[in-house]
C-alpha cells in the first residue's frame, strides 16, 4: 500500500495533476482528503480555490468546468470528485448524462493550475472501460483498501508510538477486539485514550474498559460466551443490564441467533478443512470476526451449538407470537440451556 508514501509528497509539494483515491476505508480516504485540502491550499485559500462535487447528485461537467477555471487570488485549484460511479460495473440508471469524452480530453491534457483528485470508495473499478483505463493510465493511484487485521495492528501500534504514548500488550489486544480491528472504528476511540493517559503517557487494560463504549454486538457476544460456559447468574445480569439500557428483547435475540448461525457455520467449515481466509471469503464476513468465532467455538461440539441455535429460533417463535412475558423467555432459554447441556 502506497498511502503514506504519497501523503508525506504532498506535504512536501510534489504533487501531480491527477489523483485517484480506490479503496473503502473511510479513515483513511477522511486522512486523504485533509490532506489534499491543507498542502494544496492556504488556509485564507479553501472558500475561493476549492470544489467538491459528488457525482451522485451533479453531472460530471459542473466538476470538468471548474477544473478547467483559472485559481482565485492563489496559483492552484483543488477540484475534488466523489463517487464516481460511472467507473464502476453499476447497472443502475445514473441520475445524469456523464460527459465521458470531456473528462477523457481532460485525462489527457489537464490543466496546468488545477490539482483533479477522484475519491472512489469502491473495492475496484471497472477495468473493462475505456474511461477507466485511461484513468489508471494518467493519474497517480493511492490505494485506501480495508486493512487487515495485521496491518491494522501495525498502523495503529505505530500511531500510539508517534504520540509518544505506550501501551500494555492486554490493553491493546482488549482495544483491538472493542473496535472489531476496524481502523475507522479505532481511530475515532483512541483520542479519548490518549487525553486520559496524558499525565504517564500510558494506556492500561482499565483505561480500555472503562472508555471504549461497548456495541450492543459486542454484549451480546459476551452474552452468547455465559450461556455456553453456562454462567447463567452472569448471562442474566447482562441480559437485564440490556433491557435497562431500552433494547428489545426480540433484537437481542435476533443478533444472539445470528452470532450463533455465525459459530455454526465455522464449526461446520472447519471440520471440512477450510481455513480462517478461506471461512472469511465464504462467509463474506470480516476476516477479524472469523477469528474470534473459531476461538469461541473450540470447546464446543456442533450438536451443543446447534441446541443453542435451535433453542433460540424457539424463543424467537414465542416472543413474536406473545407466549408468555417477554423479558421472561431469554430467561427460560438460559436456564433450560444450561440444565441439559455441558461443555464439549
Excluded: C
Excluded at 500488550?169 to 475507522?184: G, N, R, V, Y
Amino acid at each position: 500500500m502506497n498511502f503514506s508514501k504519497e501523503m508525506a509528497k504532498l506535504k512536501t509539494n510534489k504533487i501531480a495533476p491527477i489523483y485517484l483515491i480506490l479503496g473503502t476505508e473511510s479513515y483513511l480516504n477522511r486522512i486523504a482528503r485533509e490532506t489534499f485540502i491543507h498542502s494544496i491550499l492556504k488556509k485564507d485559500e479553501i472558500d475561493l480555490n476549492l470544489g467538491i462535487y459528488d457525482m451522485e447528485e451533479v453531472p460530471l461537467g459542473v466538476a470538468l468546468e471548474d477544473a478547467e477555471s483559472v485559481p482565485f487570488f492563489g496559483d492552484r485549484r483543488l477540484v475534488i470528485v466523489d463517487r464516481p460511479i460511472f467507473l464502476t460495473g453499476d447497472k443502475g440508471k445514473p441520475k445524469f448524462e456523464h460527459d465521458i469524452k470531456w473528462f477523457e480530453n481532460y485525462l489527457i491534457k489537464p490543466s496546468a493550475t488545477t490539482i483533479f483528485v477522484i475519491f472512489a470508495p469502491y473495492e475496484k473499478l471497472d477495468d473493462r472501460k475505456k474511461i477507466s483505463k485511461l484513468l489508471k493510465k494518467n493519474a497517480v493511484i493511492i490505494e485506501t483498501p480495508i486493512l487487515s487485521e495485521k496491518e491494522m495492528r501495525s498502523y495503529l501500534k505505530t500511531t500510539i508510538e508517534n504520540e509518544e504514548f505506550k501501551i500494555s500488550p492486554e490493553a491493546f489486544e482488549l482495544f483491538i477486539q472493542l473496535t472489531d480491528a476496524k481502523l475507522s472504528v479505532a481511530m475515532s476511540e483512541l483520542p479519548k485514550l490518549l487525553l486520559y493517559g496524558q499525565e504517564n503517557k500510558y494506556i492500561t487494560k482499565d483505561a480500555v474498559s472503562e472508555l471504549i463504549t461497548k456495541s450492543l454486538e459486542q454484549n451480546i457476544f459476551s452474552l452468547n460466551d455465559y450461556v455456553l460456559k453456562k454462567k447463567v447468574g452472569l448471562a442474566l445480569e447482562l441480559y437485564h443490564d440490556l433491557l435497562l439500557q431500552k433494547e428489545d428483547p426480540i433484537k437481542i435475540n435476533a443478533i444472539m441467533t445470528s452470532q450463533f448461525r455465525l459459530l455454526l457455520q465455522v464449526k461446520i467449515l472447519e471440520k471440512r478443512g477450510y481455513q480462517q481466509g478461506d471461512i472469511a471469503k465464504i462467509l463474506k464476513v470480516h476476516p477479524y470476526r472469523i477469528k474470534l468465532s473459531i476461538q469461541h467455538m473450540r470447546p464446543f461440539s456442533k450438536k451443543v451449538l446447534a441446541d443453542a441455535y435451535n433453542g433460540l429460533i424457539e424463543t424467537e417463535y414465542r416472543l413474536k407470537t406473545g407466549q408468555g412475558e417477554k423479558n421472561m423467555q431469554f430467561e427460560l432459554f438460559v436456564l433450560q440451556f444450561a440444565r441439559n447441556y455441558s461443555i464439549g
